[in-house]
Nanobody, 125 residues
Framework: QVQLVESGGGLVQPGGSLRLSCAAS????????MGWYRQAPGKERELVAA???????NYSDSVKGRFTISRDNAKSTVYLQMNSLKPEDTAVYYC???????????????????WGQGTQVTVSS
């Protein structure tokens, strides 16, 4: 069983900053890509940022230059530093992690997709 626990959301004024964290725990052999998605009311869930096991990153155009994704492999944790926040960043943010559960999965190049419970980020004055 794998659990993802998110933290760090909240209410912030435009121009402010927040840092989200997502820690994975459980019976894990290794972790592949980790990412953050968000879903605003009435909209589909969209990718915000992702980071590979090797540290390569990609961002949606709407957050480039303002958000930074990072990971601490020793802690099985992914972070999202969000600066210069705008009202349009308001959404529920979800972490997503590709988990390799066993050595057999590793040999077979299998991974399992897990989602965090979501954390609300509200940007408003």
């Amino acid at each position: 069983q794998v659990q993802l626990v998110e933290s760090g959301g909240g209410l912030v004024q435009p121009g402010g900053s927040l840092r989200l964290s997502c820690a994975a725990s459980g019976s894990i052999f290794s972790i592949n890509a980790m990412g953050w998605y968000r879903q605003a009311p009435g909209k589909e869930r969209e990718l915000v940022a992702a980071i590979t096991s090797g540290g390569s990153t990609n961002y949606s155009d709407s957050v480039k230059g303002r958000f930074t994704i990072s990971r601490d492999n020793a802690k099985s944790t992914v972070y999202l530093q969000m600066n210069s926040l705008k009202p349009e960043d308001t959404a529920v943010y979800y972490c997503n992690v590709g988990v390799v559960l066993t050595f057999e999965d590793f040999r077979g190049e299998s991974e399992y997709d897990y989602w965090g419970q979501g954390t609300q980020v509200t940007v408003s004055s």
